[in-house]
């Protein structure tokens, strides 16, 4: 980021000293670190050639390393472990994250940066049977003013396992500096459902009831 001011580049410089002395004075799995762990950390990953070429691949990613990837521990590679710890550390006064979870998100953050074009994650919800029936239950309740019956229960379990490739949400991580993030939302399980159960001869008659119309306000579909 360009600083435009002494006043920019003071707070800046603080904010990079703050880092480095949460660095030394706070722990990591809340999402701090103290010099001991950390050390222990760059020993651990020194001795195992498979960590390193783990390592360096998610500290390129994430723009901090720059040479290729490797599984020699390197002096190159010590500095990305640095920075990026200070990164960390400088997150982590705000909003306390781990060092796996922030290597993860560099990684996934950082993979769009490349000249290889944008990365796109797919994010599939599957239900478990007892959620899946909790929401069959809940939704033949509000829409039909019942209580679901065994079979409606695995009916409707397996028509809403049945479309979780189409309710995925889609992200895109863009390219560049920016890292402009665009997610498409999939179908909606629970509209689906409502739609298929009002649609039966049921639920078309409790429509007149107000059944219909009640659980679709809940919903903020009118």
């Not at 720059?66 to 400088?90: C, I, Q, S, W």
């Not at 689906?192 to 007149?208: C, M, P, Q, R």
């Amino acid at each position: 980021m360009a600083v435009s001011s002494p006043d920019q580049a003071r707070v800046a410089a603080q904010a990079k000293e703050s880092a480095r002395t949460a660095i030394v004075s706070t722990d990591g799995r809340t999402g701090q670190t103290t010099t001991g762990d950390f050390t222990d950390f760059l020993k651990i990953v020194a001795k195992s050639p498979t960590l390193i070429t783990a390592y360096s691949k998610m500290l390129k990613a994430g723009n901090y390393y720059k040479g290729k990837v490797t599984d020699k521990y390197t002096p190159a590679l010590v500095k990305a472990f640095n920075r990026a710890e200070e990164d960390r550390a400088l997150v982590s006064l705000t909003s306390p994250i781990s060092r796996d979870d922030f290597f993860q998100q560099i990684s996934v953050m950082g993979a769009g940066t490349g000249t290889g074009g944008p990365t796109t994650v797919t994010s599939v919800t599957k239900y478990k049977p007892e959620a899946a029936q909790q929401i069959v239950e809940e939704i033949i309740q509000d829409t039909l003013g019942r209580k679901a019956t065994a079979a409606e229960i695995k009916k409707y379990s397996e028509m809403l396992k049945g479309i979780e490739g189409k309710a995925a949400s889609t992200t895109t991580y863009g390219k560049g500096t920016s890292q402009t993030q665009t997610t498409m939302t999939g179908l909606s399980e629970k509209q689906y459902l409502v739609d298929k159960i009002s649609g039966t001869d049921e639920g078309k008659a409790n429509k007149v009831l107000g059944f219909y119309e009640t659980f679709m306000n809940a919903l903020g579909g009118r």
